[in-house]
């Protein structure tokens, strides 16, 4: 599994990028700026997001699309267990049992494993950091240069990743709406965390003075960002 988004890196200036676009090279070095990038080597896949913002409406047009085709979701529902034979018969979801002919799930495989008959014994693995996502919206000049995204892995930084909603929507709103996921040890407080990512921005000279942060709301998720250590890929194995 690829737990962090760096599979790349920037060997060569943007002249000598070009010479090495088709050569197997390629497959590990970063073109310098991907807007200067020639079209024919533009990837062939693509995102979508909404223009009003907020993921959640994908999810709330796809429900009702598969409503109206008579598809019956399931809800605020938890899966008690699946029945395997030779592939996955019935799912027990809130005490009544489904036949299903597919599973698809966005969980991780820890987060499966009782449902799959696997046993973890997480007392045997290294602890998750506790992830805070934090929406905010700045009064700042620092020009993101349409990036999507940034991302921080300074040492000390609790910062993880900083997405841009300009870059994805367009709309050039200001103040700036972005969101800012970071990882913590211990779980810290909605003010800890508050100060430490305001703290951090400022660090980032993406503002300057605390005031410049017009609104600010962080939520603690309930899960953390799985740790690529030597123990918990021995238990893996």
Do not use: W
Request: with cysteine; glycine share 4%.
């Amino acid at each position: 599994a690829q737990l962090y988004p760096l599979n790349r890196m920037v060997l060569f200036n943007e002249e000598d990028a070009l010479e090495n676009l088709d050569k197997p090279i390629n497959q590990v070095a970063a073109f310098p700026s991907q807007l200067d990038l020639p079209s024919q080597f533009h990837p062939t896949y693509y995102s979508y997001y909404p223009k009003e913002r907020g993921i959640g409406k994908v999810i709330d047009a796809l429900e009702a699309e598969l409503e109206k085709s008579g598809v019956q979701i399931l809800k605020n529902n938890k899966v008690n267990s699946l029945k395997f034979g030779t592939k996955i018969e019935t799912a027990t979801i809130s005490g009544v049992k489904h036949q299903i002919e597919k599973v698809y799930s966005t969980l991780p495989i820890f987060g499966l494993s009782s449902l799959l008959g696997i046993n973890v014994d997480y007392s045997s693995l290294d602890s998750p950091r506790h992830t805070v996502l934090s929406h905010l919206k700045l009064t700042t000049d620092f020009d993101f240069n349409q990036r999507h995204y940034m991302y921080c892995y300074d040492k000390g930084f609790n910062t993880f990743r900083i997405t841009n909603y300009n870059a994805i929507t367009l709309l050039d709103e200001n103040p700036l709406p972005i969101t800012l996921e970071s990882s913590f040890k211990e779980i810290p407080s909605v003010k800890e965390a508050n100060q430490k990512i305001i703290s951090e921005l400022i660090q980032l000279q993406i503002i300057h003075k605390e005031s410049q942060v017009k609104f600010i709301h962080s939520e603690i998720l309930p899960n953390g960002f799985p740790l690529l250590t030597k123990t918990n890929m021995d238990y893996i194995d």
